[in-house]
């Protein structure tokens, strides 16, 4: 497993690129989301003790495919109720396995917080977003099932690399 735990920091733009200058060697991927131009996200993948302050900090329980950090990236949360680790596994499993993963889907991570095991988040990176919606709309996508915390579905969160900040002059 080459991703052993991922880190991650939500803020403003400025702050986040400050804080990925001061990394520079941990190579910190900084992720603007597709909704919302003033969204961002700083990815850590770097196996190392974090350096954000945000507690988002998970363990790698799946990794499928070969690491891959770009294309249309999927952050979907779930919330699995005691009776669904099996099935979950399962799926995981055939993915794995190679069989059974969704065209266009590059990269994915399985992670958990250590001390809520049934809280998950996967992220997903797909070649387009078309890949993506396909595949999240298809009868054939199973972890749709799989809740956030009180609702019937996942939360589920768009990004793209944040294209680098062009100088004022």
Do not use: C
Not at 3 to 12: M, R
Not at 28 to 34: R, T
């Amino acid at each position: 497993m080459n991703v052993e735990k991922i880190s991650l920091a939500l803020g403003p733009e400025d702050v986040l690129r400050a804080k990925q200058h001061k990394y520079s060697d941990r190579d910190l991927k900084l992720l603007k989301s597709v909704t919302d131009e003033d969204k961002f996200m700083l990815l850590d993948k770097s196996n190392k003790k974090t350096v954000f302050g945000s507690g988002l900090n998970y363990v790698t329980q799946h990794e499928i495919g070969k690491e891959n950090w770009e294309g249309y990236f999927e952050f979907r949360y779930f919330t699995l109720k005691t009776d669904q680790n099996k099935l979950l596994e399962s799926l995981m499993q055939k993915w794995e396995n190679g069989y059974e993963v969704p065209v266009g889907l590059r990269y994915s991570l399985v992670l958990h917080v250590p001390r809520k095991n049934l809280q998950y988040l996967m992220i997903n990176v797909w070649d387009s977003d078309i890949d993506f919606f396909d595949w999240n709309t298809s009868a054939k996508n199973e972890l749709n099932q799989f809740g956030y915390n009180e609702n019937s579905e996942p939360y589920i969160s768009h990004f793209v690399i944040a294209p680098e900040k062009k100088e004022k002059q």
